[in-house]
């Protein structure tokens, strides 16, 4: 087959990551991104690993240094400030803005078509042709389906498969290095700072800047339980009234419910984190979910990333999931001499089984999070065992368990 041709639904991390690995074995790609603006701004931290690097640098993206951030401990500190302990993990940290762009700015702009939304599209035996909001149409040998967990593809031809509400919600925010207090850099700046409020987690991390004349960056995860048919759609309220049902966009939250998240970090934080949740100029609420596919591919259409599987948070792997779904697929299509059925099938069977292994772990990792049910003895157990040192341990793409390293490929 001469010069096969991919559509690509969906210009993120995992479409960016497709496009420029299909080009490497000579395919022709156009990827179609809805939004019309630049995606830097929606991202924040972003737990890296050798794999995911490992697909940057046979991509050709120049890895400058300041890209990464040496993490050089998990330190966990008590309700009062003072350290409770202290795990040797390190790793590396990033950030998604400067990762995105690096691979935006490395693929031909003719490649890339913003503000074009995919509507629908059609199967043939060995084509796909795709028609977009703006009445204009495609044709390939293949589609790719990375449009994220709300997939419009996966409502297609798999409606039954929705994203399931974790139970909790992920407050975060980040804050460039003269927002935080200069006396807490050493700290934030060099480690995961963690503390464990009964059924809730938070940590800082550090972000690699926001380009490589500026400083680090710091970001705070706080995990909170929310139910999902009161709580959650009030603090998706505007002050308005106008309710934006189970997502808001930031600038949108009330004060008041900004209010009284800094007053319940100064109650239940560790005063280091509380300070930046205090000093965010402005917190973004997330609803955290899992979402499991059961298969990558149907006929010529190949999902990706969070358009699959979505792992909750905590693995901080969802990046490095995309790069290794859009690294097998070219492989299984090199592999096979671009027999597009022969090579579907075996990236069906190799990253189902990833996505699944992923979603599990992190289901695990979260499930301190949350009240305690009076009957559920289980979690109890499970909780009581769990020690802040254990999970500081688990947590994160270069979890070290029972001293091995978790493979997450
Ligand atoms: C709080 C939080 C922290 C996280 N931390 C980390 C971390 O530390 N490390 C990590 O690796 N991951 C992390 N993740 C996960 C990570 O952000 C995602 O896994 C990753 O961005 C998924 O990329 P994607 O390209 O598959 O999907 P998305 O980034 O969701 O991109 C989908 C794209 O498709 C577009 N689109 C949707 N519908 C259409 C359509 N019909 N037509 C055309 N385009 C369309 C969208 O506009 C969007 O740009 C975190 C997630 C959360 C919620």
Known sequence: MDNPHALIIGGSMAGLFAAHLLRTIGWSVDVYERTAGDLAGRGAGLGTSEELFAVMRQIGVVLEPTLRVKVHSHICLDRFGDIACEVPVSHLSSAWDRLYRALKRALPPDCFHAGVGLDTFAQEEHRVTAFFSNGDSARGDLLIAADGVHSVVRQHVLPEIEPRYAGYVAWRGVLVAAEYPAKLKELLSRHMVFC???????????????????????????????????????????????????????????????ERLKADAKARLAPQIAELVMRAKQPILQAIYDLESPRMTYGRVAFMGDAAFVARPHVGAGVTKAALDAEALTKALSDSGNDIDVALASYDRLRTAAGKQMVERARYLGSSIGPLLPNSEETRKLRAWRTPEIMMREIGTTAVVDGERIDLS
């Open 196 to 258: 464990f409020p009964e059924g809730e987690q938070a940590f800082s991390v550090p972000l690699a800047p926001a380009d490589s004349a500026s400083s680090v960056r710091v970001q705070f995860v706080w995990f909170r339980p929310v139910d999902y048919v009161n709580e959650l759609p009030e603090l998706c309220t505007d002050a308005n009234g106008i309710k934006h049902g189970v997502a808001i966009p930031p600038p949108l939250i009330r004060r008041a419910v900004i």
